[in-house]
């Protein structure tokens, strides 16, 4: 059989891309529109937990996997399925444990909805990146493809049936969640069964090497993305959390498909770049201009249909809060172009590094959502979010200085 052209594999994995974020824009808006203020914080909260999470885990060995050259990943598939399934796996159990607890204590409704969000949306953040690496990397280009539409035949179903049938919060996670497994099963029956034996032996080797600057980095990255959330949950009403969650739901699919196009970056990254200062720059500089246009043209179809878009999505619901749309669309453009930076900075060999500095970032995003959201509410907390991107951008392009500019003296 003829193998795809690269123009062929991203036009499907675009496609996959769609399909999964048109899953999760209806997510977001049947949660919006269908269950309580209450209940929608609490899942956007969970999901923000369930992604500082997730970021250890890429942290330490997705992104590692992410650049390697298809065939030693082929070689060594069972033993990184060893590993994704004992992370996953643990994962799960210690969340699950937490809202044990919280059940068996009786602890305000709210808390438990957290617990029960951050469960589900763990077991679908922390396969997705994956299960997209290991398909693409045994050229199986059609399968993430099909997750994804079977992920958006899901969320049309549950979209139907929970106004019509009044399916409860609890239900409508569970589904989700039997979705998740199911996707394992078929992971695994495709590619082959999990080795846990050297699945262990490669998280001791990895959560050794990686952990403490993944724990830096993702304090950080946490600090400016999830922690103003956390903040403004405690301190404002909650239409504000809802508000901010509702808006960053409008942003998060156009997320989800450059995180996605990213992995097909880095799956060819060391080939295009052929291992050299030169190569690695004008890839990198190709890939900016790349993802920079399609933040420009995000950001002006904000600007012009910004509130068409709300009302589209959610009503009258949280028309007040168009702004908010505005200060995500700018984070957005944040979230782009650092991809191919960080791809740079995990061939120099400097993740270790580049965790560290985010904190940084982190600590500012913190320190400004706890001065601006009891007077600003939720626009003070997408201030915070945006003035840590900008210095977790700062840190990124320091690093890769050596790259951009290879015959300064800055970088020698």
Request: glycine share 8%.
């Amino acid at each position: 059989m003829t193998k795809p052209s690269k123009i062929s594999i991203r036009a499907i994995s675009l496609s996959d891309q769609i399909f999964f974020s048109a899953a999760n824009f209806l997510l977001t808006i049947m949660l919006a529109r269908f269950y309580s203020e209450v209940e929608f914080a609490a899942y956007g909260i969970g999901l923000s937990i369930a992604l500082t999470l997730q970021g250890i885990q890429r942290n330490c060995y997705i992104l590692q996997n992410s650049v390697l050259l298809p065939e030693i990943l082929k070689g060594r598939i069972s033993r990184v399925l060893g590993q994704q399934t004992i992370a996953w796996v643990f994962l799960a159990v210690l969340e699950g444990v937490v809202l044990a607890a919280l059940v068996l204590f009786e602890a305000n409704g709210f808390y438990v909805a957290i617990a029960i969000s951050t469960i589900i949306c763990s077991l679908i953040y922390a396969q997705l990146e994956f299960d997209r690496i290991a398909f693409i990397k045994h050229e199986k280009y059609w399968n993430p493809f099909i997750a994804s539409l079977a992920f958006l035949a899901l969320n049309a179903f549950l979209f139907w049936a929970v106004p019509t049938y009044g399916v409860s919060f609890q239900f409508t996670m569970l589904a989700l969640g039997l979705y998740t497994l199911a996707k394992y099963i078929w992971l695994v029956s495709t590619l082959g069964l999990p080795d846990l034996f050297w699945g262990w032996r490669l998280i001791k080797r990895d959560f050794k090497k990686y952990f403490v600057s993944s724990v830096f980095g993702i304090t950080g990255y946490a600090g400016h993305n999830h922690v103003p959330l956390f903040i403004l949950g405690a301190v404002a009403a909650p239409i504000h959390a809802a508000a901010f969650v509702a808006m960053r739901g409008l942003m998060q699919p156009l997320q989800i498909i450059v995180r996605s196009m990213d992995i097909i970056d880095k799956n060819y990254f060391q080939m295009e770049s052929a291992g050299t200062t030169k190569g690695m720059r004008s890839v990198m500089l190709r890939q900016i201009g790349l993802y920079g246009v399609l933040a420009l043209g995000v950001m002006i179809a904000v600007l012009i249909f910004g509130e068409f878009i709300i009302g589209l999505a959610y009503g009258e619901k949280y028309a007040a809060f168009s702004i908010i749309l505005t200060g995500w669309a700018l984070i957005f453009s944040m979230l782009a172009i650092s991809q191919p930076l960080e791809t740079v900075i995990v061939k120099l060999g400097e993740i270790n590094r580049y965790n560290t500095y985010r904190i940084s970032a982190g600590i500012l995003g913190t320190v400004l959502a706890f001065l601006l959201c009891p007077s600003l509410g939720a626009i003070g907390a997408v201030i915070a979010c945006f003035g840590g991107w900008l210095i977790s951008i700062a840190c990124a392009l320091w690093i890769v200085r050596p790259v951009l500019f290879p015959g300064s003296k800055s970088a020698k």
